[in-house]
């Protein structure tokens, strides 16, 4: 399967032919289009609509990040399988409220049903009132208190401070790798939906004006707590992420080009580490995990087969 | 020639005799084929083993007949990496046949091509496959005019098909 590349030097992209060519001073590297499935761009780079449509006509995505490690955007070629009929399907479960709600609450109970193994922690409350929100506002709320628990739970076993979780700019570490984190999962979400025929505008968690791609917000909750706040307790426990891995300006903290390295080898093997998926008989990767959530989901709109989100402690190593 | 009038794809026809579910998912757009190796494969056979012969003319949609030659009459030829499907190849190829007589084309017979194993068939056209062929449309209308697609039919080819995760996943 083609790879996902990371690029974290500061530099310049473009096209090479029918190669990706990046060069920064001394440093040549051609990564050949066919190999390629998506690009993390994590660096300050140039580039040109030359490069811009050899991914388009290669259906490469590729992901910006800013200096800081924060989520600028993706170039998101054309859609790639669109179908009519998706579409429909999913415009009528946002605009039938008891359809909607339905699966606004299944993405929270992914959410909650990953925490709660990772933290040790007991949702059984929690999990009482999303059975009884009556509306998708209730239903984040239950999601925000239940991620209070879940990040109060991050700082006793990280022993890192947290306070309160401060998004635009993270004022300390921990707020700093869950930021860099849950965008790597929103942007990897954004990926595989290309590959399907969903539309990623259309949500129902969330408010499908949010943000662009709405879609991968809901279905990114499913994944951040395996794939942000798993990471980040094994980052930290290993003592592979200290503190020295972090910059800090008046406002700001963010991760240092060495932390934004190690995190980002990390997330990636992480992708690729096969779980046995019993349905399938076989093992597969987290990276497939997200693509058959996708594909479950299609099932749910299109065959009333309900939606029942992944339980990734459930799965063998 | 206006093969444009044609109501499904070959493929569709050879995917009615393979698999009613994948029909459906194909037929309402729902593919994720892009990104399997088995039917990159294919298409990486099917251009070479026959990339000088292909007339561009018949490239179009929304039926690729793999390239004609002239004989008697017109012959269809077809290119097909295995010969495991071999029924709905054959159908496939009656359909195309069909469609260029209604046409008042003058076709002799069709030929598909297994380059891999380096075997050809032969396939004849009479007048019992013109009814088949037309009750095989009927059916296919039918399929994919339902609201939720088919069941999966547990087949051994499943895991070779695009659809295997989606469907079992
Ligand atoms: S996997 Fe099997 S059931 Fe599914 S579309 Fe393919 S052939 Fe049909």
Known sequence: MAEIYYITTNGTLRRDENTIMFESGEIKKKIPIENTSELFIVAEVSTNTKFLSLLSQNGIIAHFFNYYGYYIGSFYPREGNPSGHVLIKQVEHYLDKEKRLYLAKTFVLGSIINSEKLYQIDASEHLEKLKQASNVQEVMQVEGSFRKLCYKALEELTGWEFETRTKRPPQNPLNALISFGNSLVYAKVLGEIYHTPLNSTVSYLHEPSEKRHSLCLDVAEVFKPILTEGLILELIRSGTITENDFLEETEYCYLNLDGRRKFLRAFDNLLKSTVYYPKLKRKVSIRTLIRLELYKLVKHLTENEPYIPLNYHSLKK | ?169
């Not at chain 2, 099917?46 to 949609?61: C, L, P, Q, T």
């Not at chain 2, 032969?122 to 296919?140: A, T």
């Open chain 2, 1 to 169: 020639m206006d093969l444009r009038e044609l109501k499904f794809r070959g493929t569709q026809v050879a995917y009615y005799v393979v698999c009613q579910r994948k029909l459906w998912l194909f037929t309402k757009g729902i593919s994720f084929e892009k990104e399997s190796e088995y039917v990159q494969l294919g298409k990486l056979l099917d251009e070479i083993s026959f990339s000088r012969e292909k007339g561009e003319e018949f490239a179009y949609e929304p039926v690729s007949i793999d390239f004609f030659s002239t004989g008697e009459g017109l012959v269809v030829h077809e290119i097909k990496h295995s010969s495991a499907l071999e029924q709905a190849h054959i159908l496939q190829v009656k359909y195309y046949i069909y469609y260029l007589k209604t046409k008042g084309i003058k076709v002799s017979h069709g030929i598909i091509h297994y380059p891999k194993q380096k075997k050809l068939l032969k396939v004849e056209f009479d007048e019992k496959d013109e009814e088949l062929i037309n009750e095989v449309v009927r059916k296919m209308d039918e399929v994919v005019r339902k609201e939720i697609p088919p069941k999966v039919i547990n087949k051994p080819y499943c895991k070779k098909c695009a659809y295997w995760e989606y469907c079992y996943g």
